[in-house]
Each structure stands twice: as C-alpha cells, then as structure tokens.
C-alpha cells in the first residue's frame, strides 16, 4: 500500500516485556480466525521471521495498530497488522492475535498453500519505492 501513515510500535517494544527462551530464533504471529483450507493442517494464517531481521532497524517492521492516525479497522488488518516494507504483501500478516516464539522458522500459510510463495520473500530491489 502506497502512502499509508501507518502507526504502531516496533518489535523491540516487546522485547522489553518479554524475555525469549534461549534458541528461540523466530517468531511466528498468528492471525486471527480459522481458514476454509487448511494446507498441511494450518487452519489459520501464519507468518515467520528471523528474529534477527524483526530487530534490524533497516527492515523497519512494524507492528501497526493505526493507519493514517485513525485506529485500524478490520478491512485494514486490525486489532493487529506486521507492516514488512520490504517484503512481499502476503508477509504483512493482518489479524495479529499471537506471536510465539520458535527454534526454527515456519512456513506460512501462503506458503503451505502453493510453494510459489516462498517463506522468504523480500521485494526486488527495483521495485522498492524507498531503497534500504
């Protein structure tokens, strides 16, 4: 989405809460709500990061709870949306209602549903709009 005002919080907020287990390398969020398919069992949305890119200032992720200073609406990904600039739109996961944190890094539902979708989906550089 083009010229969006989004606003939140970024990831390390969390971590000021929060204190990962040791080796939790990843952090899956959950999105609200069960999906009519269920490719290889996963009955809801799902995304994965490395922990350590969720961190990076450079990927500027961000845990959206406004867009365009105006609470989030549903249609827009509310009560909770990541915002992964620099990804593909399918790893902006709308309906965040749980994070966990993992060992290892899973596979998403878009994913799990067509191998097309890789788990790892960062925008080619000539398309970005702002370089990081």
């Given at each position: 989405?083009?010229?969006?005002?989004?606003?939140?919080?970024?990831?390390?907020?969390?971590?000021?809460?929060?204190?990962?287990?040791?080796?939790?390398?990843?952090?899956?969020?959950?999105?609200?709500?069960?999906?009519?398919?269920?490719?290889?069992?996963?009955?809801?949305?799902?995304?994965?990061?490395?922990?350590k890119e969720l961190i990076?200032?450079?990927?500027?992720?961000?845990?959206?709870?406004?867009?365009?200073?105006?609470?989030?609406?549903?249609?827009?990904?509310?009560?909770?949306?990541?915002?992964?600039?620099?990804?593909?739109?399918?790893?902006?996961?709308?309906?965040?209602?749980?994070?966990?944190?993992?060992?290892?890094?899973?596979?998403?539902?878009?994913?799990?549903?067509?191998?097309?979708?890789?788990?790892?989906?960062?925008?080619?550089?000539?398309?970005?709009?702002?370089?990081?």
């Open positions: 989405m083009g010229d969006v005002n989004w606003g939140g919080f970024r990831f390390h907020e969390i971590l000021k809460r929060v204190k990962p287990q040791a080796g939790a390398d990843y952090v899956v969020f959950h999105a609200l709500g069960e999906t009519e398919d269920k490719p290889k069992g996963q009955g809801h949305y799902i995304e994965s990061y490395p922990f990076d200032p450079q990927k500027e992720f961000l845990l959206a709870l406004d867009m365009d200073e105006k609470p989030l609406i549903h249609d827009r990904g509310g009560p909770l949306r990541l915002v992964a600039p620099y990804d593909l739109g399918y790893k902006s996961i709308k309906y965040v209602t749980r994070l966990e944190f993992a060992k290892e890094q899973k596979a998403g539902w878009w994913t799990l549903a067509n191998p097309v979708y890789p788990v790892n989906a960062p925008v080619p550089r000539n398309r970005l709009r702002k370089k990081p």
